[in-house]
């Protein structure tokens, strides 16, 4: 079964517990609409635990099939608390690093979906510093004895289960010395007392243990290794779609409401859902393949989370723009979402918390470890990034920028093939791959200059008979190459910097606000990587010139074969692109223009006066990003067409056609 399939199972599911009354679409359904005949339905069917092996209930699946059934379910508010966060997190976490007894003991009940498991992580005055608790579990016979207080507690007072972060020894580390159990809630010694939040609901509790016995055989791993347990089982809870689709239901009935603005700001807004969404998604997927490897993605979980945050609650700003006078029903859906929106930065780690996170990746304690210079995962197209670096000069200070320097470096580009790079070699090309074009374009917007490359690739495809609208999307799409070297070459100029330079006696790395924006940053640039990586997989062989044939290798033919399966799952025809295509185009545009603009500015910022000198590089970077973010389709008229196809769609276009990473199988 495909995950095509496996969308159109549960689909049909849904359908039918709609069209039956079974349930009503709720905002921030994963947390707040617990249902137990509805995760016990779905484990009937088959689709809990479908990555989990064989001998344990699941079918192996891999996790992309997994997020094609959560974001389904997501995307309608279906009731799906009761099985959650057993399904997501506890039960990979127990298939990682449990015995076999505490497999046989807890997995069946999770798939059946029967378990309904609270999370015991968070404590008074801890905050989300996990490595805080003093919950504390003392080894007795047989097992341990845990007394301590939790807080925060997602459905304690529903749970059947409780996973539990506690203190097993005292070590010089706080992070050191930490367990993680799971333990019956009918076990004796256990109160539960309810916190009902600002909308009247009651979903979290505090939790307080009073010798609490622990039987051996329920310690998940290894005693006093929880806190790397921990930090791995948080990619599950962080890097799901969860995180950005928690308020998605307004948007189909904002769509459909009377009323609804469609000016051209209406249409930007529309337009920002659609390539906001579109590398969400495609970042969902990324977390999802790294799951299937055996990988922890903290850096992009953490990421998916903070932006995707950001996202869910812009589109509750969003719906009050676009609906001034809304309905009834969209009304009471606004208001949900705008009482359930405080706990979105919160839950799961904190804004600063997850910052925090990448900015420790940055900016390492030893800053001497620190790697600013990005390097692309597929090694060719890093050596082609590379190769161009080196033809521009090696680096930003070396670069000729003279007249006389940029005019031989454009023959030089010319000479080596360079502008017909990706135009098939059957019709007068230098062959290749779009990809291989864009990560030429991208070394050399490091250096903050493009050789007028892009101009001339867009030339010499539509000289070799590709038409308007696809030459149109491929500009968009190689501007955003330019905004992703250029960002990123600024970027790592800053991280450098920040390093670097020190005030009153210590870098100025060690400022958290400097940190906070450096994490800021590359956040911003993971996203726009994610969203030009999706349009050349969606669009990449649409974009190229007619008569391409086999001798594209890498990531061509990776971005080939994404393209014929978007163009079969929205009817492509020999006419031209399709709008899933051109979206994807217009979509990492800008998405990459906003991120370039976001590193432009707080660059400069973090640079200081040294940032705002002639003599100083940063501005090569930084005025390439201002000139490439306006020009051609700017990044604001890329977000008004997006509008333009979303609102002529709906919803379900904007879901199957313009923001979905795998129309087809």
Not at 562 to 579: L, R
Request: proline letters at 5%.
């Amino acid at each position: 079964m495909s995950s095509t399939e496996i969308r159109t199972r549960i689909r049909t599911l849904l359908d039918d517990w709609l069209s039956a009354g079974r349930f009503t679409p709720t905002v921030d359904c994963w947390l707040r609409s617990v249902d137990r005949d509805f995760s016990r339905a779905l484990g009937e069917a088959g689709l809990l635990g479908m990555t989990w092996p064989v001998e344990h209930g699941g079918e192996g699946r891999p996790n992309t099939d997994r997020l094609a059934l959560t974001e389904e379910m997501l995307r309608v508010g279906a009731p799906v608390t009761a099985h959650w966060i057993a399904e997501r997190q506890i039960g990979p976490a127990v298939l990682r690093a449990g015995t076999p007894e505490l497999k046989a003991a807890i997995l069946p009940d999770i798939v059946a979906g029967r378990a309904i498991i609270g999370l015991g992580m968070s404590e008074p005055e801890s905050g989300s510093d996990l490595a805080s608790v003093r919950t504390r579990a003392v080894p007795t016979e047989g097992g341990w004895i845990l007394n301590g207080h939790k807080i925060w507690t997602t459905q304690a007072h529903n749970a059947t289960a409780m996973y539990i972060l506690a203190r097993t020894s005292e070590e010089e580390k706080k992070h050191q010395g930490l367990s993680e159990f799971v333990i019956d809630m009918d076990s004796p010694g256990i109160e539960v007392s309810p916190i009902v939040d600002l909308a009247g609901e009651h979903h979290f509790n505090e939790v307080r243990y009073t010798d609490v016995f622990i039987p051996r055989e329920r310690l998940i791993g290894t005693e006093g290794e929880g806190w790397k347990q921990v930090i791995e089982q948080l990619s599950f809870e962080r890097g799901g779609p969860e995180r950005a689709l928690s308020t998605w239901v307004l948007v189909p009935e904002v769509l459909a409401a009377p009323g609804l603005r469609t000016d051209e700001g209406a249409l930007r807004d529309l337009g920002q859902v659609v390539a906001e969404l579109s590398a969400l998604r495609h970042m969902y997927r990324r977390i999802a393949a790294a799951l299937d490897a055996g990988e922890a993605p903290i850096r992009l979980a953490a990421a998916s989370k903070f932006i995707g945050n950001g996202f869910e609650k812009g589109l509750i700003d969003i719906a009050r723009r676009l609906v001034p006078t809304p309905g009834e029903k969209l009304a009471g859906l606004i208001q949900q979402a705008l009482w359930a929106s405080p706990a979105f930065g919160i839950r799961g780690g904190a804004e600063d918390v997850l910052l925090g996170i990448v900015a420790k990746l940055e900016l390492p304690r030893d800053l001497s470890k620190a790697t600013p210079q990005p390097r692309l995962a597929d090694p060719e197209a890093q050596e082609l990034v590379e190769l161009a670096g080196k033809v521009a000069g090696g680096t930003l200070l070396d670069v000729d920028r003279s007249d006389a320097g940029l005019d031989r470096l454009r023959s030089t580009v010319e000479d080596l093939g360079w502008t017909r790079v990706s135009v098939p070699e059957s019709a007068g090309g230098s062959g290749g791959s779009l990809a291989d074009a864009g990560a030429i374009v991208r070394g050399l917007a490091r250096l903050g200059v493009t050789a007028d490359l892009p101009e001339h690739l867009v030339a010499a495809h539509t000289g070799a008979g590709l038409g308007q609208r696809e030459a149109t999307a491929l500009a968009s799409l190689l501007d955003a190459a330019v905004l992703l070297g250029a960002g990123e070459a600024a970027l790592a100029l800053t991280i450098g910097h920040v390093i670097e330079r020190e005030q009153f006696g210590a870098p100025l790395a060690a400022i958290p606000a400097v940190k906070s924006w450096i994490a800021r940053m590359r956040m911003q640039l993971d996203l726009a990587v994610e969203s030009y990586d999706r349009a050349l997989e969606i669009a990449g062989d649409a974009l190229r010139a007619p008569g391409a044939d086999s001798t594209a290798s890498g990531a061509g033919e990776e971005a080939a074969g994404g393209a014929t399966a978007a163009a079969e799952a929205v009817g492509a025809s020999d006419a031209g692109i399709t709008d899933a295509q051109a979206a994807a185009a217009l979509s990492a545009k800008a998405i990459a223009a906003q991120a370039g603009g976001l590193i432009a500015a707080q660059a400069h910022q973090l640079h200081g006066a040294i940032g705002i000198t002639a003599e100083y590089p940063l501005h090569h970077l930084t005025q390439l990003i201002w000139a490439t973010r306006d020009s051609g389709t700017s990044e604001h008229a890329a977000l008004v067409e997006l509008g333009r196809m979303a609102l002529a769609g709906g919803e379900p276009v904007i879901w199957d056609r313009l923001t979905d990473s795998a129309p087809a199988e």
